[in-house]
């Protein structure tokens, strides 16, 4: 996604110069994509390991590692993800996000998870199921 809002920023650039609103927009609707990519990520990863290091994000979102500390902060202001940033360590701790809608790659990405999560309770099933004959 940024590379595309990058790619048609340039692309129409000359157009967009016509336009003195746009372009003090600008700036704001770049920090809006790299938020979404944010989310993204967040959504991709397993809600158990929602701990993420400032170079993955700095990495998926394109932007400088200095400058992660920022969005991260932005996104928790508009109450679109709520955790605990550790400055020192340089890692987000996500306790929640935002509901967003579902594409067709999020359904996937769900059917994924809850399919990971049924093989995870058999083999919680298997396990209490073999310990509970030893009790009796």
Known sequence: QITEFENAVNTHHEYITRFPN??????????????IQLLELLFEVDKDDRSLKFDRIA??????????????????????????????????????????????????IMVRKLQEWETKMEEVTR?????????L
């Open 22 to 35: 746009i372009l003090k927009e600008l700036q704001n609707l770049s920090q809006k994509v790299r938020i």
């Open 59 to 108: 990495h998926h979102c394109k932007v400088d590692k200095s400058d992660v500390e920022l969005l991260l902060m932005k996104a928790m202001s508009l109450k679109l993800i709520k955790g605990s940033i550790d400055e020192v360590q340089e890692v987000i701790h996500v306790d929640w996000m935002l509901p967003r809608y579902l594409a067709k790659g999020h359904l996937e």
């Open 127 to 135: 396990l209490v199921e073999g310990q509970s004959e030893e009790l």
